[in-house]
């Protein structure tokens, strides 16, 4: 099995999601750590509850320092043979030399259908857009804030009395879903990234599982 770390920033729903699927016998991955850069983030505790190994590496001491933050986060990280990273609601940007040392091996989730509404308040944004489908992205991390290639998408219908509030709620639902059947394909070296694309092999057998 591959050995995952997911980093979070706070609540962890997403990382439960994953953790939960990782616990079947036939997943691919085995989520090895969970690392947060909060000590009071919720999903902490979520974690170790579930049996997990928690870290908290604080990235506020290291202020604009992030290549400071990024080694000590690098050496716990092969401190554990980790292979695949997912970002988990983790709030905190890379420098590009760590992007590019997880190039093809980092994942990330975003709660809109990028490219559109990347960043802060995503929901806000689809409903001041108003559109009327939107949805959760995992996708490769590059450099970029909310921007990589996309491994798999979900969405959701817009309705016309759709708060922040219940639209997230609605498009989370589509992210525990889909961030462990993306983290699956990766795993099992069913997507690969090539050049700015990410490509996806044995989709039949992707959309039946
Ligand atoms: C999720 O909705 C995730 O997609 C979003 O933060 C939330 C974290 O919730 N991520 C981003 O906006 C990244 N730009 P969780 O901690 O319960 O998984």
């Known amino acids: 099995k591959r050995r ?28 090895a750590v969970v690392i947060s850069n909060r000590a009071d983030a919720a999903g902490l505790q979520k974690a170790a509850e579930s049996g997990i190994a928690v870290e908290v590496i604080e990235s506020k001491p290291f202020g604009k320092d992030r290549a400071g933050f990024e080694a000590k986060l690098q050496a716990a990280l092969d401190a554990r043979g980790i292979e695949i990273i997912c970002l ?15 190039y093809g091996r980092m994942l990330n989730i975003h709660p809109s259908l990028l490219p559109s509404f990347p960043g ?30 996309i491994v798999m998408q979900g969405a959701v219908v817009v309705r016309d009395d759709d708060t922040p509030d219940t639209l997230s709620q609605r498009i989370l639902g589509v992210e525990h879903r889909i961030y462990p059947e993306a983290l699956k394909l990766l795993a099992r070296d069913q997507v690969r990234l090539e050049g700015d694309l990410c490509r996806t092999l044995a989709t039949e057998q992707a959309e039946q599982a």
């Open 88 to 102: 988990a609601g983790f709030m905190r940007l890379f420098t590009a030399e760590f992007v590019q040392h997880w």
């Open 4 to 31: 995952v770390a997911i980093l979070i920033s706070g609540r962890g729903s997403n990382m439960a999601a994953l953790i939960r699927a990782a616990k079947q016998s036939d997943f691919p991955a085995e989520i």
């Open 120 to 149: 802060l308040d995503p929901h806000g944004q689809a409903l001041r857009a108003g559109v009327k489908l939107s949805g959760a992205t995992v996708h490769f991390v590059i450099p970029e804030i909310d921007a990589g290639p």
